[in-house]
């Protein structure tokens, strides 16, 4: 009898699960997530710290990781470079004590800085723990995040040298954030008591009187990404408003200058195919490759005169070149690596060709 009502209790329960899973908003379709795989997307922290973990960091841990891991994009004392935004700068012991960063009224100050313009310490954590580093986001432990955290805010001038940032300290760490008093509902923008004291600054009437010609918005592929992903026009379904653009093979590659000598079959790849270092540079730049390079300057790997210089003497080394572009390259300069390019061949072969003659400007 027992084992009867076990079956019978088994049943129920499959029923009822079966039940369950047909009455949610797609009948059929998936199940539930379980706790621990929305614990694994579930990492944010909010400004009152909860979704932090528990856990703590050392100035000096977040330095070692800073030096191994951060210090290539972000430079050595957080001033960055061409490429990515100043983290640090901007801030004194005046604001710390005042929570309000008076150089943010200053309209001669170059720049603002992320440590003049955060209020929270939350969002500094909350950003390195799933963003960075930029070529492996999330791959930092707990202890490197607090860390990091902490040198941030020891280069900023807010934490001392020997301090060691925890869930248990924290709060008291915000208290220290040269901003903290920067972020304001007095706009009466969002909902709360101070949107009924004042009035928004837009008022969200609607002008309908010497209006211009209405706007036409658009947008373009570049040449060289067109094929990336076949022609869209032909991967749409045949219903609907969505169409497509015509995205079939970019066009071909222009012909060399008539002074440029011609390209016998078989040939090295060392032939000129871009009249001096101007049309190079102009690709460059096209292509995104000045992101990263500056022409004498490291930004987020090697000048290209330093690329020039390590390598132009080696026999072949515009095919070298050509090859490093097409497939990439990492741990020659450094633990950033360059992802594969793509782009038109004779693009490639004239950076290559201007590489190999040593880079030099027009």
Same mark, same amino acid.
């Given at each position: 009898?027992?084992?009867?009502?076990?079956?019978?209790?088994?049943?129920?329960?499959?029923?009822?699960?079966?039940?369950?899973?047909?009455?949610?908003?797609?009948?059929? @379709?998936?199940?539930?997530?379980?706790?621990?795989?929305?614990?694994?997307?579930?990492?944010?922290?909010?400004?009152?710290?909860?979704?932090?973990?528990?856990?703590?960091?050392?100035?000096?841990?977040?330095?070692?990781?800073?030096?191994?891991?951060?210090?290539?994009?972000?430079?050595?004392?957080?001033?960055?470079?061409?490429?990515?935004?100043?983290?640090?700068?901007?801030?004194?012991?005046?604001?710390?004590?005042?929570?309000?960063?008076?150089?943010?009224?200053?309209?001669?100050?170059?720049?603002?800085?992320?440590?003049?313009?955060?209020?929270?310490?939350?969002?500094?954590?909350?950003?390195?723990?799933?963003?960075?580093?930029?070529?492996?986001?999330?791959?930092?432990?707990?202890?490197?995040?607090?860390? @990091?955290?902490?040198?941030?805010?020891?280069?900023?001038?807010?934490?001392?040298?020997?301090? @060691?940032?925890?869930?248990?300290?924290?709060?008291?760490?915000?208290?220290?954030?040269?901003?903290?008093?920067?972020?304001?509902?007095?706009?009466?923008?969002?909902?709360?008591?101070?949107?009924?004291?004042?009035?928004?600054?837009?008022?969200?009437?609607?002008?309908?009187?010497? !209006?211009?010609?209405?706007?036409?918005?658009?947008?373009?592929?570049?040449?060289?990404?067109?094929?990336?992903?076949?022609?869209?026009?032909?991967?749409?379904?045949?219903?609907?408003?969505?169409?497509?653009?015509?995205?079939?093979?970019? +066009?071909?590659?222009?012909?060399?200058?008539?002074?440029?000598?011609?390209? +016998?079959?078989?040939?090295?790849?060392?032939?000129?195919? @871009?009249?001096?270092?101007?049309?190079?540079?102009?690709?460059?730049?096209?292509?995104? !490759?000045?992101? !990263?390079?500056?022409?004498?300057?490291?930004?987020?790997?090697?000048?290209?005169?330093?690329?020039?210089?390590?390598?132009?003497?080696?026999?072949?080394?515009?095919?070298?070149?050509?090859? +490093?572009?097409?497939?990439?390259?990492?741990?020659?300069?450094?633990?950033?690596?360059?992802?594969?390019?793509?782009?038109?061949?004779?693009?490639?072969?004239?950076?290559?060709?201007?590489?190999?003659?040593?880079?030099?400007?027009?």
């Amino acid at each position: 009898m027992s084992s009867c009502r076990e079956w019978i209790a088994a049943a129920l329960l499959a029923s009822a699960a079966a039940a369950a899973a047909q009455g949610g908003p797609y009948p059929g @379709v998936g199940r539930p997530a379980t706790p621990k795989e929305i614990a694994a997307w579930d990492i944010d922290v909010r400004p009152d710290f909860k979704g932090l973990p528990k856990g703590s960091g050392s100035v000096a841990k977040g330095q070692d990781v800073w030096d191994a891991k951060c210090a290539s994009c972000h430079g050595v004392f957080g001033e960055s470079n061409q490429v990515f935004h100043p983290l640090v700068g901007g801030t004194g012991k005046d604001d710390v004590k005042t929570g309000r960063v008076a150089r943010l009224a200053d309209g001669g100050y170059p720049g603002r800085t992320t440590l003049m313009k955060a209020a929270t310490v939350s969002t500094l954590w909350d950003y390195i723990n799933r963003a960075m580093p930029w070529t492996e986001p999330k791959s930092l432990s707990v202890e490197e995040v607090y860390g @990091v955290t902490a040198y941030l805010l020891n280069l900023g001038g807010v934490l001392p040298d020997d301090f @060691v940032l925890s869930d248990a300290n924290i709060a008291r760490v915000q208290q220290l954030m040269p901003n903290r008093n920067g972020m304001t509902r007095d706009h009466a923008l969002w909902p709360g008591a101070s949107a009924a004291q004042r009035k928004p600054d837009v008022q969200a009437a609607a002008c309908m009187k010497d !209006c211009g010609p209405e706007p036409r918005l658009a947008s373009s592929i570049p040449e060289h990404a067109l094929d990336a992903h076949g022609n869209l026009a032909e991967q749409n379904r045949p219903v609907g408003a969505q169409r497509g653009a015509e995205t079939g093979k970019p +066009k071909s590659a222009p012909a060399p200058a008539p002074d440029a000598a011609p390209k +016998k079959p078989g040939a090295a790849i060392d032939q000129p195919i @871009v009249a001096g270092p101007t049309g190079a540079i102009a690709l460059a730049q096209k292509h995104a !490759c000045a992101a !990263c390079h500056g022409i004498d300057d490291k930004l987020v790997g090697p000048s290209f005169r330093e690329i020039a210089g390590k390598h132009a003497d080696r026999p072949g080394a515009a095919s070298y070149f050509v090859g +490093k572009i097409k497939s990439g390259a990492s741990g020659v300069w450094g633990q950033v690596p360059m992802p594969p390019q793509s782009l038109p061949e004779a693009d490639a072969q004239a950076i290559a060709q201007w590489l190999a003659g040593g880079a030099k400007k027009p």
